[in-house]
């Protein structure tokens, strides 16, 4: 679908990768993008073009009003998330699990569907979901995230077909850590998120299904396609390193 022109929405807006694709729809030629987030005042793009809406993706109502105040988007990126770094065995694993699973699956999934009869009277439409290499890998040390992530991923497939004859593409988004507040305690190599972006824009433009936003990506795709064991062994060393590395003080 063309960027240029078109009405674009995105969750959790008001910093981060959010931020990074108004600013990059804006620069394509978006004509309007909203800007979804709970407080819409800290939304800090400042251009006539970007509308800031009040938006907890885990309040029914907030995402219906979104859905009715703008019925005009024809582009819907489905970018707020939470992570919680908790392995699945921790204390309070079970909480961590909830809390993302609200945010990261049914508030997906509630925008979405939301969303989706407006997609379907606007032409030219698409939903992008941010996922995850944790869809496709699963660390030990966020594990609760990544059975987000999984499901996620499986929610994507699922409205893909379901959406495909009203004319709405359906994109996932699989990317590794990105250098935002999320990750910030993550020591480990990190995507910038104006690439996560970028790739993101030339997979609606070009029409791809699926986006790998970095090398770790696309390395996880290839290998869990593939034989899987060289990939757990990996993810055994890091569990094991992780355990026998000092406690922070």
């Known amino acids: 679908m063309d960027i240029e022109n078109s009405i674009a929405f995105v969750t959790g807006a008001n910093r981060g990768l959010g931020k990074s694709f108004i600013e990059a729809l804006l620069a394509a030629g978006a004509s309007k993008v909203y800007a979804g987030a709970r407080d819409p005042q800290k939304v800090t793009v400042t251009d006539p073009r970007v509308v800031p809406v009040k938006l ?14 703008c019925p005009d988007v024809n582009l819907l990126i489905n970018n707020a998330g939470i992570m919680k770094e908790s392995p699945v065995l921790a204390e309070g ?3 961590a699990l909830r809390a993302e699973m609200e945010v990261n699956v049914f508030g997906t999934l509630r925008v979405a569907r939301a969303f989706a009869p ?3 009277r606007n032409d030219n439409s698409a ?3 941010i996922l ?5 890998i699963t660390y030990p040390f966020n594990a609760t995230y990544a059975a987000t992530k999984h499901a996620g991923l499986a929610l994507t497939d699922g409205m893909r077909p379901q959406l495909k004859a009203q004319g709405t593409q359906v994109i996932a988004v699989f990317a590794g850590y990105i250098d935002t507040d999320m990750a910030a305690s993550v020591d480990r190599p990190k995507t910038p998120p104006s690439q996560v972006v970028e ?10 299904n699926q986006v790998y ?33 000092p406690a922070p003080q």
Do not use: C, F
């Not at 885990?58 to 009715?68: G, L, P």
């Not at 995850?132 to 496709?136: A, D, I, Q, R």
């Not at 997979?203 to 791809?208: M, T, Y």
């Not at 996880?220 to 992780?242: I, K």
């Open 118 to 120: 407006v997609l379907a």
């Open 93 to 95: 694993s079970e909480n």
């Open 56 to 69: 907890d993706i885990t309040d029914e109502n907030d995402v219906k009003a979104a859905a009715e105040t």
């Open 199 to 208: 790739r993101a824009l030339t997979a609606i433009r070009e029409g791809h």
């Open 127 to 129: 939903i992008v979901n």
């Open 213 to 245: 936003a970095d090398d770790r990506a696309l390395d996880a795709w290839t290998s869990t396609r593939s034989d899987p064991t060289p990939v757990q062994t990996l993810v055994q060393q890091y569990w094991d390193m992780s355990q026998a590395a």
């Open 132 to 136: 995850s290499v944790t869809s496709l």
